[in-house]
Structures are given as structure tokens and as C-alpha cells.
């Protein structure tokens, strides 16, 4: 199997001077960045995937086109600056972007899945693959974050009805 690392909305809108921030950034900042590393060392692609927010959907109060906000944040870029980056505009990576044809480009047929929102973008991607090709999926459960500790967790509980697996980015 190949796995691939896609590393979802790491974007400065989330971090404490951005316009939405999140509980826990910093950790899941190290965290993403030692996945990364041990992503690197062992060959697996990663993959970039960015929300901006689409206009023709209702007026959206961060990740506003063209802002510093909605910029993936420099230390992500620096650590993975060959991977693609997918654009995405709903909270599922998957849905009217080029997701798949990128991780078919590149061999996948796992996933290793972290980022932010956890109850949201993170697990509403991982279990849409299952719509889109049956990719096996493995979220990063300390390197992902949401609004608060008890929203991340129930986020977490809600995938495993879905045969997603929760492991440490350690277990890589």
C-alpha cells in the first residue's frame, strides 16, 4: 500500500491571529510538522489542501480569497514545498476539486489524514472517500484540532462508525 499524507486547511485563519482560532494550533502545528518529517523519510507523498471560501455561497467571515487569512501557514509550505496543492471550497476535500485524480497520480490507496477542524473538514473527508474510491484512511488524531478539546474528541468518535482508522502521528 501506498499512503499519502493529506494535511487539511493548516491556514492562518486558525491560528491566534487569524480571524477563527482554533483550540490547540501550536501542538498540532509540531505535530503536522514531525508528520511531515516522518512522511519524507519513508517516500510518502503529501498533499496540500486549502479552502477558499466561494462567494457564490453565502458571504464567509474568514479564508476570504486573496487574504493573509486564508494563506497556508509558511512552516507547512517550507516543510512540503513540492507537494500539490488542492483548492477546495466545501468542507470535504473531495467534493468538486481534483483530490482523487491528484492521489491517483501519485499511486495512493491510504490515507493519513490531518489538519484542521477535526468534527469537520478532517472527518467529512475521510469518510467521503469511501463515496469517491475506497481509499483505507487513518486520522492523525494529535495532529488535528477544532474549536475545543470535547468538539475535537466527539469528531474523532464519530469516523469509527465509518472504518476509519484513529492513530498517533507517531504510528505512521
Not at 501506498?2 to 480571524?19: E, H, S, T, V
Not at 517516500?43 to 486573496?66: T, W
Request: glycine share 4%; with cysteine.
Amino acid at each position: 500500500m501506498r499512503k499519502a499524507l493529506l494535511i487539511i486547511d493548516l491556514q492562518n485563519d486558525y491560528f491566534p491571529q487569524g480571524k477563527f482560532p482554533l483550540w490547540n494550533t501550536e501542538a498540532t502545528l509540531s505535530n503536522i510538522l514531525e508528520a511531515i518529517k516522518i512522511c519524507k523519510d519513508k517516500n510518502y507523498p503529501i498533499v496540500h489542501i486549502q479552502h477558499i471560501a466561494d462567494p457564490n455561497l453565502g458571504l464567509a467571515p474568514f479564508f476570504i480569497k486573496d487574504s493573509d487569512g486564508v494563506q497556508i501557514v509558511p512552516e507547512i509550505l517550507e516543510a512540503a514545498p513540492n507537494a500539490p496543492i488542492v483548492v477546495k471550497t466545501y468542507a470535504d476535500g473531495f467534493v468538486k476539486t481534483n483530490l482523487n485524480e491528484v492521489l491517483e497520480k501519485l499511486d495512493v490507496d491510504e490515507l493519513l489524514v490531518c489538519g484542521m477542524m477535526t468534527q469537520n473538514c478532517v472527518t467529512h473527508t475521510s469518510i467521503s472517500n469511501k463515496k469517491t474510491k475506497n481509499y483505507k484512511t487513518s486520522i492523525l488524531t494529535d495532529a488535528c484540532t477544532s474549536v475545543s478539546e470535547p468538539i475535537h474528541l466527539i469528531g474523532l468518535a464519530a469516523t469509527l462508525t465509518w472504518d476509519v482508522s484513529l492513530i498517533s502521528y507517531k504510528d505512521i
